[in-house]
């Protein structure tokens, strides 16, 4: 009799096993992607391009015209933002290959630093002039 219950025992957990590892196996799990991300509320187009690099802007110095586009795009394998001093624009932290655009919208200055690494600077000088 004590031999019985083992047997149903076994049964049952065998039975438990199969059902867990088919379960496992269902077709309705979701795909996750490594595929870098834009931030969606940016415009795609840009005029000009920033790379962020070896920890550095690159290119560090940049003019361009008002109504013009900068596209920042983070290459390196850390989080980088592209902040003005001044505050007129923050990209909040870029992960690799992610991109964020800027569309100066004023002539002047703007020196920027990556607010997580902030002996990264650039500047980035808007004129009038039509390019």
């Known amino acids: 009799m004590k031999y019985i219950s083992y047997f149903f025992i076994a049964i049952a957990s065998a039975f438990l096993v199969i059902l867990l590892s088919l379960s496992s196996c269902s077709p309705n799990h979701k795909a996750t992607t490594n ?24 290119p560090a110095n940049l003019a361009i015209a008002v109504g013009k586009t900068v596209q920042f795009i983070n290459v390196d394998e ?3 933002t592209a902040t003005a001093t001044d505050g007129t ?28 690494h902030p002996f990264m600077k650039g500047m980035l000088t808007v004129t009038n002039k039509k390019n």
């Open 78 to 80: 850390e989080p980088h």
């Open 35 to 58: 595929q870098p991300m834009a931030m969606k509320d940016q415009p795609q187009t840009a005029d000009t391009t920033v790379k962020i690099r070896n920890f550095k802007f690159e």
């Open 89 to 116: 624009f923050n990209s909040k932290a870029l992960d690799t290959n992610q991109t964020w655009n800027y569309t100066a919208t004023k002539p002047g200055t703007y020196p920027y630093i990556c607010s997580v």
